[in-house]
């Protein structure tokens, strides 16, 4: 672990917040009980986009990325939910005011990541955003040992018991 180079180029992902969170909760009662008159009607991923799009967000986001000529945003997921830029690292410590360091991890194939250790998120960002990635996060472990799905069955990876 070290300082990294301030002018790496480091991509950086904004996750805006959805709106409508609980009229969704709603709507995913209202299709999966039986007897509800809505049972059944799935909504289409267009129908669950416009109703958690958060086109404020969304714009507070994009209007500070455009901001500094050294951002460039790289893409966007189709809903605006996730907003992909990259600056050098300088600019995003600037931005976030914090320091990025050299992360080195074992068990991925990419084995170096620039992460930093906090993230202070603009004013102008506050209430906008729910996430934002690659900064403080580090790939996981892989999982080890088997997977089970449901309560112990005997044996020593969860067989049956012979007997």
């Given at each position: 672990m070290g300082r990294a180079d301030v002018e790496?180029?480091?991509t950086v992902v904004f996750g805006v917040v959805q709106k409508n969170q609980d009229r969704l909760?709603?709507?995913l009662l209202e299709v999966?009980?039986?007897g509800n008159p809505n049972y059944g009607k799935h909504w289409t991923k267009e129908q669950l986009d416009e109703l958690t799009r958060n086109q404020e967000g969304h714009d507070a986001v994009m209007n500070l990325l455009r901001s500094n000529p050294e951002?460039?945003?790289e893409e966007e997921s189709q809903n605006g939910l996730y907003i992909h830029a990259k600056a050098p690292v300088r600019v995003w410590e600037q931005l976030f005011e914090t320091e990025f360091l050299n992360f080195?991890?074992?068990?991925t194939s990419a084995k170096n990541?620039?992460?930093?250790?906090?993230v202070h998120v603009p004013s102008s960002l506050a209430g906008h955003v729910a996430i934002i990635l690659n900064t403080t996060q580090?790939?996981?472990p892989p999982h080890r040992g088997p997977i089970r799905s449901g309560p112990k069955r005997g044996g020593i990876h969860g067989g049956p018991v012979k007997g």
């Open positions: 790496t180029l480091h909760q709603e709507v999966s009980t039986p951002i460039t945003i080195e991890v074992e068990h990541f620039v992460r930093c250790k906090e580090l790939p996981t």
